[in-house]
């Protein structure tokens, strides 16, 4: 099973190249994604099995952290406030 969201080029296009769009299109594929950890923490409470390969989605899912957590510390180094790291 996989997830297709669209790249973040097409979202920066669309929306503008800022620190703050790159971190809302990574955060947004985290909340889209969101239940598949949820299954997969679900699967290892109850001993269950899971058939589905999620492997790249959780890969994808660390590296989206990693993004949002970089561009989180660029936004703080440039004295934007709220930052949104995970």
């Known amino acids: 099973m996989s997830f297709s969201m669209p790249s973040v080029e097409w979202y920066i296009d669309r929306h503008g190249d800022t620190?703050?769009?790159?971190?809302?299109?990574?955060?947004?594929?985290?909340?889209?994604?969101?239940?598949?950890?949820?299954?997969?923490?679900?699967?290892v409470y109850t001993g269950e099995k899971i058939a589905e390969d999620y492997s790249e989605i959780i890969d994808l899912r660390k590296e989206a952290r990693r993004k949002i957590n970089k561009l989180t510390e660029e936004l703080d180094r440039?004295?934007?406030?709220?930052?949104t790291g995970v």
């Not at 994604?33 to 923490?41: F, G, H, Q, R, S």
């Not at 440039?78 to 930052?83: I, L, N, P, R």
């Open 19 to 43: 620190l703050e769009t790159r971190i809302t299109y990574y955060q947004t594929y985290l909340s889209h994604t969101d239940y598949i950890a949820a299954k997969l923490a679900e699967a």
């Open 78 to 83: 440039d004295g934007v406030e709220g930052g």
